[in-house]
């Protein structure tokens, strides 16, 4: 054979190793992906493995109103894990088919970032799903039993009368656009009038007002308008009466999940929250909005439901008045 046929039949077997090895080393970073993943919904698992053990521990001692609205969430939930999971376990096969092709690295790179954008968004889905599951079993927990009827007798007796429920302590101020806030005695609506009615009151950087009425749809960052409305409409009005104010919103989660999804979901509530204020006339330059995920918790052990639950927030800081 001539030289000049033997150099390029080198060169061409050096360029099919050279392929070789970038398709072998694009296979390995997506399957890394997948198993990155794998390993975080395994976890979503046990999370909400535990949640059901504690559900039905509550059904032992009765059945507590709203447990139905609490086993359609447990259901929903493994579904969309149920379905997250499979999708892992096929991704191998979309791998190696991937790798036979002529373009194989690029179908790679695109198959990674397929997986990595569908499973991130499922992870983001199911994290606050469980959030959901873990609020109403707190809710549920604190709700009186339904009991079982005892048969009537010939001559039933009336029950006696339940005793009135004391009132929540509440708080009204009429502003000097002419409407009247109202809202709970230590809610957001309290805390901000007496802050902005303050001329002696200082803007800083870690006075936080928490909302108290705001509720999220199961599953994101979309908000429950027919319980979330009313609070928001009063914010609207309060920074109606007070032009000059501008506000930051904060959003954060507990500790649970990945930082970066937490990171993004708190990011998504808290603009979805701005949105909601700008539909309501405010003006959008006088506000923004950030995630913050799990920083600044405000119980900071982050250790059990009702500790998690306080750290899952959204608020707001006065930035101009």
């Known amino acids: 054979m001539k030289l000049h046929a033997l150099i390029l039949t080198s060169l061409l077997a050096v360029a099919g190793c050279e392929k070789t090895s970038n398709v ?11 198993n990155h993943y794998k390993q975080r919904f395994d976890e979503l698992s ?3 493995s535990l949640l059901e053990q504690r559900g039905r521990s509550m059904t032992s001692v009765g059945t507590p109103i709203g447990l139905q609205d609490v086993r359609r969430l447990f259901l929903e939930t493994n579904k969309r894990l149920a379905e997250l999971k499979t999708a892992v376990a096929q991704a191998p096969n979309s791998i190696a ?22 499973f991130e968004k499922g992870e983001i889905e199911v994290n606050a799903q469980i ?19 005892e048969p009537p007798k010939t001559e039933p007796t ?11 302590p509440e708080f009204t101020a009429k502003l000097s656009s002419g409407k009247e806030v109202k809202g709970a005695a230590h809610g957001i609506e309290a805390q901000l009038v007496a802050f902005l009615a303050n001329d002696q009151s200082q ?15 199961s ?3 979309t908000l429950d308008m027919a319980v979330s409305k009313a609070q928001l409409t009063n914010i609207a009005d309060v920074l109606a009466a007070y032009p000059k104010v501008k506000l930051k919103i904060g959003g954060y989660t507990d500790n ?9 979901l708190s990011g998504q509530r808290a603009d979805n929250v701005k949105q909601e204020l700008v539909t309501l006339g405010v003006a959008p330059d006088r506000l923004t909005s950030e995630g913050y995920g799990a920083e600044f918790p405000v119980c900071e052990k982050n250790d059990t439901d009702a500790c998690k639950a306080q750290n899952r927030r959204i608020a707001v800081r006065v930035t101009a008045k």
């Open 46 to 48: 046990k999370r909400i």
């Open 256 to 264: 649970s999940g990945a930082p970066a999804a937490n990171k993004k």
């Open 24 to 34: 072998a080393a694009m296979q390995d970073e997506v399957t890394g992906v997948t």
């Open 131 to 149: 959030d959901q599951v873990e609020q109403w079993l707190a809710y549920v927990e604190y709700r009186p039993k339904v009991v079982a009827a």
């Open 203 to 217: 803007i800083d950087k870690t006075t936080w007002y928490n909302f108290d009425k705001l509720v999220f749809q």
């Open 97 to 118: 088919t991937a790798a036979k092709t002529d373009s194989a690295r690029v179908e790679l790179t695109k198959l990674r970032d397929e997986l990595d954008e569908r």
């Open 158 to 168: 009336p029950p006696p009368a339940a005793p009135e429920a004391a009132a929540e």
């Open 219 to 221: 599953g994101g960052a």
